[in-house]
């Protein structure tokens, strides 16, 4: 699928490969928050998370790819039960089903309040997270498109997309007021009060 890398269903190697990653990542982020994103260097990193310099440019390109941490993955098995309808048969119903699919590795509170953080000190880190977000709208997108066909009004996709990323603004800003609960849990809260809003 175009724009969302590496949807797959991880084995026990990629989930390893991911728990790595998440430590890089988190490593990243420390050191960000220390030092600032100019203060550190990749062999700093390789220090901090006892790895090689060559390891973190296994899973890495740059510091920018560190701080963002890994790509959104959605098992294929979802993204083909979506694609064909489902799981419920409602658009938006089974939107959010495959955003709550992709969000439920990044439960980690605590590593999402630091990105946050990072984020919101470094205006290039913010314009390569709207390019991430906006990557995987794109991939969602295609989603939509495969599912309702290349007559769904375009205006309607991008508003259900709008819609999403504005839930996924939201249980952000829960997540960094309340890391005791996981990220996924804060998505499923604010997909509720919006529910709730609008019944």
Not at 120 to 126: E, G, Q
Request: glycine residues 6%; aromatic residues 6%.
């Amino acid at each position: 699928m175009h724009s969302m890398p590496e949807l797959c269903s991880p084995t026990r190697r990629e989930a390893k490969r991911v728990q790595t990653a998440l430590r890089l990542q988190q490593c990243g982020l420390q050191l960000t928050l220390e030092k600032g994103f100019d203060g550190w260097t990749i062999d700093d990193l390789a220090v901090a998370a006892d790895v090689s310099r060559r390891t973190v440019f296994n899973y890495f390109d740059g510091k920018a790819d560190v701080i963002l941490g890994p790509g959104i993955e959605v098992d294929q098995a979802s993204i083909d039960a979506f694609i064909a309808g489902g799981p419920t048969g409602r658009l938006f119903e089974d939107l959010i089903a495959l955003a709550h699919e992709a969000v439920r590795e990044r439960a980690d509170g605590h590593m999402i309040t630091l990105l946050r953080e990072a984020v919101v000190t470094d205006t290039r880190l913010l314009a390569l997270v709207h390019t991430r977000l906006e990557e995987a709208a794109a991939g969602f997108a295609e989603c939509v498109c495969q599912r309702e066909g290349d007559d769904f009004p375009p205006q309607q996709s991008r508003l259900l997309l709008k819609l999403l990323l504005t839930f996924f603004d939201n249980a952000l800003d829960r997540t960094a007021a309340d890391p005791g609960r996981t990220f996924t849990e804060h998505f499923d809260a604010t997909v509720a009060d919006a529910r709730s809003a609008l019944a």
